[in-house]
């Protein structure tokens, strides 16, 4: 088996800026977000010599999230790689050897290690981390916003559907770690979901999610954006709400034996008392008139179900 580099490429403009950080596949089998950092940094590398007047701004770092779930096809081989980063595991896992970690631990220590380093070496004025993930269903794309709002003006200038409130149902994530309070310098993060996974369009529209994100925290000017990337994200979310919040994450462990109930997909609404997955408990029902996100419909996985409120469409 071919063994993967944790960096999928760097870039380091001309002129100061912020540094940008955008993981991809941070759950193994969610490769879009990988060969959309890859082809950007293509495209970063030949765009001087297609025009003369492009200036970077800034550095731009990608790295791959879990080498080894990546390598086998995976979700996470132990533990969701996605769900570690809490600050009581962090200070756990910079305690013991490595020879004391399991797969994700080590996973996790690595990529602390590595942006630890690459802060250090280019010491911004500021941090973005974008955080590319797929789907299981289907039926539109999102981005998610912590609670600040700059995380949450990052999410809206992606041009698809904004959800809020995920910090309070999970723990763990890219975007509970990456913020002011773990960093020398502020810090915002986003992520940014592009589809399903097998949907050849989700490198695509995890490309123009990235190429916006360089566009709006001021690492490539406006004029040098083409307008396709706008286009391809605004199309999509035709008709999708512009933003929702959580109102509850149907968390699940692998004993409850969870079974979503087949063809939800992302954003259908849902009403109050209708059934949406049984376990070994019996059915589950909604509890609410409201609509429906990422539905689980792979072996692995935390998150039966999570349930929003549209509060601007």
Known sequence: MEALDRIIGRYTGSQPGPLIIAFGAMHGNELAGVRAIDMVFRMLK????????FVFHGRMLGIRGNLKASQLGVRYLQKDLNRQFTPENIQRIRQ????????????????????DAEIADYQPSELFVIDLHTTTADGGIFSIASDAPRSLQLAKSLHAPVITGMLRGLRGTTLHHFCCDHFPCPTTSVTFEAGQHEDPLSTRRAIAALINLLRSVGCVRS????????????????????????????????????QMEPGFRNFQSVQKGQLLANDKNGPIYAGYDCHILMPLYQHQGEDGFFLINVIES
Do not use: M, W
Not at 96 to 115: N, P, S, Y
């Open 46 to 53: 030949i765009e001087p010599q297609q025009n003369p007047d």
């Open 96 to 115: 013991l050897q490595d020879h004391e970690l399991t797969a994700e631990d080590l996973e996790l220590k690595a990529i602390l290690d590595l942006v």
């Open 223 to 258: 004029e040098d954006v083409e307008n396709r990337h706008d286009d391809l994200l605004i199309n999509y979310s035709k008709g999708l709400p512009k933003v929702a919040e959580l109102i509850e994450v149907h968390s699940v462990k692998k004993e409850d034996l969870f």
